[in-house]
């Protein structure tokens, strides 16, 4: 008899979720993990939890405060006077919170009667799994199944070697001791824009450099364009189509920064370098190829529609297989695959997985743009709604931005959904909901809207798919 049914490779919002879900039903379960956190002890939850999507988060509601009494707190009557940020409280703050969330799931492990195995995670046979803990001791355990969520890292450049000083991936500049004065980010995606914005909101000088000539390319256009403006007028300097070619370090620590553009040869210098050009699968040890598990040229695990490998008892969910790389996204992989190795058949759909930014505002969407159904030759129809007409955003004071519902011209089934606004990331769930059920923009024009609130705008831009805004 193997030591486990299941055993999960990784502890990151995939992995901890599957984990859950196969203790939930019924199949014994340990999770392999090798994180360990700032106080030197084993920390659950992975890149997100731990120096990923909830510190980040942190850092941008802390920095968003401090913006809003400098910029728009007269505007409500608040008076202030000397004004200061400590960035040490603000970290310590991100701490605390990394750390009840990080040891949250210690105790949802606990009361699932999960077995937590510290250490590095080793395929050794399709039916065994090595694990390297403390002082390199070595443990084998037998499982019936093997769950690979071991996430991915981030990507390297050879022309900004990473040092965590001056030059630093995600993970550092999250850690900063005191705010830049000039502060370089190699990467217009969310993690580039997201650490821009905190740190430009505190006082750096924040420049941008985007590869790709357009910003935000897998947003719709409306959409990417009036956020870059936005962002663009808060203070960061976003140049597009501008390739990294060298950076130079100075004996006092700053970074020239050499790159090309339309225009030619450019340089910058800064205090701080951050290289935010996304992530690369992490697989390197997990010995996957010697058991049969096939990893494609980008490093990607091959796996087929229910999350399988080439091993039939070895399923891979995450980040670590590809597709967005979005940690609800792996999430709900790991509930689908549990329940299909517990004999249910969970299916998952990849058309309804939603996309945020956390800027301020933030933008999201799901399902397709209208650039993408263009191209397709498909028939559409939109409803456009600006929050400046929303009373609810005229209260709060943040009028930027809009709503976007996209619909079939022929059924009028909601095909996308895109927002730029505040609580853009909080309003897409009611699109996601409203697509998985396959509703219609008029379906979304007879639901009932509360008012005042923001979701109205949702409301009046399905409204809008037929031409019948009440209130732009």
Same mark, same amino acid.
């Given at each position: 008899? &193997?030591?486990?049914?299941?055993?999960?490779?990784?502890?990151?919002?995939?992995?901890?979720?599957?984990?859950?879900?196969? &203790?939930?039903?019924?199949?014994?379960?340990?999770?392999?993990?090798? *994180?360990?956190?700032?106080?030197?002890?084993?920390?659950?939850?992975?890149?997100?939890?731990?120096?990923?999507?909830?510190?980040?988060?942190?850092?941008?509601?802390?920095?968003?405060?401090?913006?809003?009494?400098?910029?728009?707190?007269?505007?409500?009557?608040?008076?202030?006077?000397?004004?200061?940020?400590?960035?040490?409280?603000?970290?310590?703050?991100?701490?605390?919170?990394?750390?009840?969330?990080?040891?949250?799931?210690?105790?949802?492990?606990?009361?699932?009667?999960?077995?937590?195995?510290?250490?590095?995670?080793?395929?050794?046979?399709?039916?065994?799994?090595?694990?390297?803990?403390?002082?390199?001791?070595?443990?084998?355990?037998?499982?019936?199944?093997?769950?690979?969520?071991?996430?991915?890292?981030?990507?390297?450049?050879?022309?900004?070697?990473?040092?965590?000083?001056?030059?630093?991936?995600?993970?550092?500049?999250?850690?900063?001791?005191?705010?830049?004065?000039?502060?370089?980010? =190699?990467?217009?995606?969310?993690?580039?824009?997201?650490?821009?914005?905190? *740190?430009?909101?505190?006082?750096?000088?924040?420049?941008?450099?985007?590869?790709?000539?357009? /910003?935000?390319?897998?947003?719709?256009?409306?959409?990417?364009?009036?956020?870059?403006?936005?962002?663009?007028?808060?203070?960061?300097?976003?140049?597009?189509?501008?390739?990294?070619?060298?950076?130079?370090?100075?004996?006092?620590?700053?970074?020239?920064?050499?790159?090309?553009?339309?225009?030619?040869? !450019?340089?910058?210098?800064?205090?701080?370098?951050?290289?935010?050009?996304?992530?690369?699968?992490?697989?390197?040890?997990?010995?996957?190829?010697?058991?049969?598990?096939? =990893?494609? !040229?980008?490093?990607?695990?091959?796996?087929?529609?229910?999350?399988?490998?080439?091993?039939?008892?070895?399923?891979?969910?995450?980040?670590?297989?590809?597709?967005?790389?979005?940690?609800?996204?792996?999430?709900?992989?790991?509930?689908?695959?549990?329940?299909?190795?517990?004999? !249910?058949?969970?299916?998952?759909?990849?058309?309804?997985?939603? *996309?945020?930014?956390?800027?301020?505002?933030?933008?999201? *969407?799901?399902?397709?743009?209208?650039?993408?159904?263009?191209?397709?030759?498909?028939?559409?129809?939109?409803? !456009? /709604?600006?929050? &400046? &007409?929303?009373?609810?955003?005229?209260?709060?004071?943040?009028?930027?931005?809009?709503?976007?519902?996209?619909?079939?011209?022929?059924?009028?089934?909601?095909?996308?959904?895109?927002? @730029?606004?505040?609580?853009?990331?909080?309003?897409?769930?009611?699109?996601?909901?409203?697509?998985? @059920?396959?509703?219609?923009?008029?379906?979304?024009?007879?639901? =009932?809207?509360?008012?005042?609130?923001?979701?109205?705008?949702?409301?009046?831009?399905?409204?809008?798919?037929?031409?019948?805004? =009440?209130?732009?």
């Amino acid at each position: 008899m &193997a030591d486990y049914n299941v055993i999960v490779i990784g502890a990151g919002p995939g992995g901890y979720v599957a984990a859950i879900r196969c &203790a939930q039903l019924g199949l014994k379960t340990a999770c392999v993990d090798n *994180w360990v956190g700032t106080d030197g002890k084993s920390a659950l939850g992975g890149t997100c939890l731990n120096v990923g999507c909830i510190p980040s988060k942190a850092l941008l509601d802390s920095s968003h405060h401090y913006y809003h009494l400098q910029k728009h707190a007269a505007d409500h009557g608040i008076q202030h006077q000397g004004l200061s940020i400590d960035v040490a409280i603000m970290q310590a703050r991100k701490e605390k919170i990394v750390k009840t969330l990080t040891q949250g799931i210690g105790s949802l492990f606990k009361k699932n009667k999960i077995t937590h195995l510290p250490g590095l995670g080793r395929l050794v046979g399709t039916t065994e799994v090595e694990v390297i803990g403390d002082g390199n001791k070595v443990d084998i355990f037998t499982t019936d199944y093997i769950i690979i969520a071991t996430g991915a890292v981030p990507t390297t450049l050879t022309a900004a070697p990473v040092d965590n000083q001056s030059i630093v991936d995600s993970t550092g500049a999250l850690a900063f001791n005191q705010v830049p004065k000039t502060l370089g980010v =190699i990467g217009a995606g969310a993690i580039g824009l997201e650490l821009g914005s905190v *740190w430009n909101r505190l006082g750096s000088k924040v420049t941008i450099l985007e590869a790709l000539p357009d /910003f935000l390319a897998l947003a719709d256009r409306k959409i990417a364009d009036a956020a870059f403006k936005e962002l663009k007028k808060q203070g960061l300097d976003i140049h597009l189509g501008a390739t990294l070619t060298s950076t130079t370090l100075s004996s006092e620590g700053t970074v020239t920064v050499t790159y090309q553009d339309k225009t030619g040869e !450019q340089s910058l210098v800064v205090d701080k370098l951050i290289v935010a050009v996304g992530r690369k699968p992490n697989t390197d040890s997990l010995n996957a190829t010697a058991v049969g598990v096939k =990893i494609n !040229q980008r490093g990607f695990i091959e796996v087929n529609e229910h999350r399988q490998t080439a091993v039939a008892n070895i399923y891979a969910i995450g980040d670590v297989i590809g597709g967005p790389m979005l940690a609800h996204k792996a999430s709900e992989e790991g509930v689908m695959v549990a329940e299909r190795i517990a004999g !249910q058949h969970s299916e998952m759909s990849y058309q309804t997985v939603p *996309w945020v930014i956390y800027t301020y505002p933030e933008v999201a *969407w799901v399902g397709q743009t209208e650039e993408q159904l263009k191209a397709a030759g498909i028939e559409y129809k939109i409803g !456009q /709604f600006p929050f &400046a &007409a929303s009373g609810r955003a005229r209260a709060h004071g943040d009028t930027n931005g809009m709503i976007r519902v996209i619909a079939e011209a022929k059924t009028d089934r909601i095909l996308g959904v895109h927002i @730029f606004g505040i609580s853009a990331s909080e309003l897409i769930a009611e699109a996601v909901l409203a697509m998985e @059920f396959e509703g219609s923009a008029e379906d979304l024009a007879r639901t =009932i809207h509360a008012h005042p609130t923001l979701a109205e705008a949702m409301h009046e831009a399905a409204l809008g798919v037929d031409g019948r805004t =009440i209130h732009a």
